[in-house]
């Protein structure tokens, strides 16, 4: 089966940097992805990465190994509005559309 | 474009009870899966649903349900309502096609409590 783990929460203060980290174990690897979700909104999607490296979105980041089974999700210049729960996901053998997500992390983010 | 759309927002059910959930797709997409979202168990896939066939299942017992119509709404079943069934109850819509990368759009969920 598929497990992904995170840290269940971050702190960090307003213009700070904060790196949120995710190893998975997964029969199968189609790429991993991460989502925001604010208290009572929807998850929305942020990045997706297929393939090692960097993917930089604005003031998200997202960094893949496949070789060490670890991604992680870098904000930059935090503010207030990021405080929100982040969760890495990936992709079940079984169908694109079935997400197996992590155990999600809480950022605070303080003035 | 509208965004994916669940009715009802709230909910509220004694056990044994059933309830019917529903939730409208964007515009242009044909699948749309279900996911049970709770604090001790996170985001777990229920099923997913494409041009009106399940496609994928978790693993859920047979209480929960669903269906899909030919205009690609979708609505989710749980009968015989339990406490464990409170939580928040997402759906996610996307074109559906075999592409590693397509980006699931969610809804804003129903919460269901059930007394």
């Known amino acids: 089966g598929q497990s992904l783990e995170q840290p269940s929460e971050v702190t960090a203060v307003e213009g700070a940097i904060v790196q949120i980290n995710c190893t998975y174990q997964?029969?199968?690897?189609?790429?991993l992805s991460w989502y925001q979700q604010h208290d009572g909104g929807a998850p929305t999607f942020l990045s997706y990465?297929?393939?090692?490296g960097l993917e930089e979105t604005g003031r998200f980041s997202s960094f893949l190994s496949r070789s060490d089974s670890y991604g992680y999700l870098l904000l930059q210049e935090l503010q207030m509005k990021d405080s929100a729960s982040y969760f890495c996901?990936?992709?079940?053998?079984?169908?694109?559309?079935?997400?197996?997500f992590g155990t999600g992390t809480r950022l605070l983010v303080s003035p | 474009k509208a965004g994916v759309t669940q009715t009802p927002r709230y909910l509220i059910k004694t056990r044994g009870q059933q309830v019917t959930l529903s939730c409208s797709p964007i515009?242009?997409?044909?699948?749309v899966s279900w996911y049970q979202q709770t604090p001790g168990q996170g985001l777990q896939f229920l099923f997913e649903?494409?041009?009106?066939?399940?496609?994928n299942k978790g693993n859920f017992p047979g209480r929960f349900s669903g269906r899909q119509f030919s205009n690609s709404r979708s609505e989710m079943n749980v009968s015989t309502l339990e406490l464990g069934d409170s939580a928040l109850y997402l759906c996610?819509?996307?074109?559906?096609?075999?592409?590693?990368?397509?980006?699931?759009?969610f809804g804003p969920g129903t919460r269901l409590l059930v007394l």
């Open positions: 649903y494409f041009s009106e066939t399940q496609r």
């Open positions: 990465n297929a393939l090692d």
């Open positions: 997964t029969s199968g690897f189609y790429g």
């Open positions: 515009s242009g997409h044909r699948s």
């Open positions: 996901a990936v992709r079940d053998q079984g169908g694109f559309q079935k997400l197996v």
């Open positions: 996610a819509s996307s074109r559906g096609g075999a592409v590693v990368q397509e980006t699931q759009y």
